[in-house]
């Protein structure tokens, strides 16, 4: 008897401590986990857009055991780029996946989906550029009901019942196209004034309109941005501009439309030159939307106008491309706006949402919004005013050789804080690791036009003998979509990845770019577009600048004094391990990639690799820079990454292209 009861005894023990039980039906039974959860409620964590989380539990002392708690594939969705930041809300992760942009809820513990929702086919979503690019979903409860909503490829606006994933009913209105829900879809092209076919969109001939980002919810009102093709790819100067839209969360109604490129009476109209503003467009809000609902306000970082890298048919400053706009959230009205660049032909399109901070200015409480820039500026203003919290002074900069180009004779640069990354381009920034790796850099550069901050482009068949012209940092330099910034809103401290980089393209007659275009936009070609894309031939397989390639720098925002710039990433082997670099000490150079971070109430974490190139996720300290930890992950991350604590277990989800990789504590 005393036998058996010890058996039982053990039995009970064994069953206890078992780490997985089975029901009879052999599904496995998950583990319980206690404690509250922490959510991260939109692509940028917040309205602000800080990327920051309180959420406390991977600490500097146990950082190093994080390991991978499960992985999601988005294979079956045909995903490819991975550009979008998962949320976590009301206990479910959700996220947009692959070029249908299929809108996916997954279980946080286990990466299980749970359910999934495509929008049916169109030629609208078969055209769009923009396809796989899609950044995340908007959140906001209706009737105590949680919606998910999202934009399209195609241009539709879909609200979800964030349980179950079915079109929300009341919103919106029937879609004329086969295959299209009863309810919860709105046709965004229906209030951009333009006449269209539900199924193919708007003739190309007019213009195209697409989105990436997914919109954001104020007060009651989801506001919409958008995108076009891409300003490299197009070769005509016709387009359609990318108004704002508001609409009712509730019901879909329509609300309001903000127009970008003003016409004869509105404000901004002098700044078309000519009548370019009747035909000509883009203007888009491509990037994400941040906003502040107790003040009202919606803030719109904006594109440059109709073709990349060329403008003369459309002289002056061009308001608002290249813009932030404040917009009242109930009526669209222009509460204020700053143009960053005045007829923008480099491409410095305003990649990331501008981040909102409370910070302590000269003694007085600010509340403030940061744009950072592929200028490797940070624009400040006082986010209800306009005004510019340090002064920004417009400067003489180079004008074009392009024949029929008319650059602005100044550009605006901010007085603090200082630049984050390099600006423009002269023999002291090159490598200088010996002697002779310095000459031929050098010498690589002899072939192009070198110069400051807003260098233009320069055409192919130049008289100046040369291959072209270098503008640094370049559109894929400073701040960037693939690594956005994030910021601490108890410090007020921004911490920004960037990367050194140059660009410089092959400027031809449009009529050569236009006859390698399967389907132009518009109808009459520019005089000159860009042809392709090449980069600087480095010598030697080495990076062509000094180090460090790529970085973080924080900057107190208080004061718009930097505090720190670390390398981001360890220094490649194919540097560290360079025949002419034998015997010199080589310094931490950061891998040349910018690194996709967040900020959590102990640490700044950030996706690089180390020093064999394989993928980590790192730890540093957020007042020093100091490295706290670093641990080796599966493959390599880019975009951005998130965390969230779901009962009382923290996790790190990483972007690693079709698959989202999540870290936890053992």
Partial sequence: ?????????????????????????GTPRQPTRT??????????????????SPAAQITADNFNTLEEAWTWDGASFNAQSGRATPSYIDGILYTVV????????????????????REPHTRRWE??????????????????????????????????????????????KKVPVEGFPDTGVVDLLADLGHPYDPYEGI????????SSSPPIVVNGVVIVGNSAEQGYNQSRVENIPGDILAYDAKTGEFLWKFKVLP????????????????WTGDISSWAPLSADPELGLVYVPTNGATLDFYGGFRPGDNLFSTSLIALDVKTGKRAWHYQLVHHDIWNYDTPTAPVLLDVVVDGQPVPIVAQATKQSFVYTFNRQTGKPIWPIEEKLVPVSQIPGEQLSATQPFPTRPAPFDIQGLTHDDLIDFTPELKADAIKALEPYVIGPLFNPPLHRDNDMGKEGALWCPGDVGGVNIDAPIAADPKSGVLFIPSRSHCSTRIIAPGKERDAI??????TTIADYAVLRGFGI??????????????????????????????????TPSRVANHPKLAGVEIPRTGTGLSPPLLVTKNMVMYASTDEKDAPALFAVDKQTGAELGKVSVALPSRYGMMTYQHRGKQFVVLQTGAVLTTMSLP
Wanted: net charge negative; with cysteine; aromatic share 10%.
């Fill in 263 to 278: 016409g004869p009476g509105e404000f901004g109209h002098e700044t078309w030159e000519n009548d370019a503003w009747e």
């Fill in 203 to 210: 003739d190309l001939e007019v213009g195209y309109i697409t």
């Fill in 1 to 25: 008897m005393q036998s058996r009861s010890r058996a039982s005894i053990a039995l009970l023990l064994l069953i206890l401590c078992s780490p997985l039980l089975h029901s009879a039906e």
């Fill in 35 to 52: 404690g509250p959860s922490i959510e991260w409620r939109s692509l940028g964590s917040d309205a602000a857009h800080t990327r920051y």
């Fill in 98 to 117: 692959g070029p249908r942009r299929h809108v996916v809820a997954i279980d946080p513990e286990n990466g299980e989906t749970l359910w999934s929702y």
């Fill in 537 to 570: 031939r480095p010598p030697n397989n080495l990076p062509i600048f000094k180090p460090p390639f790529s970085r973080i720098t924080a900057i107190d925002m208080n004061t718009g004094k930097h505090l720190w710039m670390i390398p981001a990433g360890d």
């Fill in 127 to 172: 055209y769009s550029m923009r396809k796989d690019y899609g950044k995340g979903i908007a959140y906001a409860e209706i009737d105590g009901k949680g919606v998910i909503y999202i934009t399209s490829p195609g241009f539709f606006l879909t609200a979800l019942d964030a349980k179950t994933g079915r079109p929300l009913e009341g919103f919106g």
């Fill in 517 to 522: 275009i399967a389907e132009p936009t518009g």
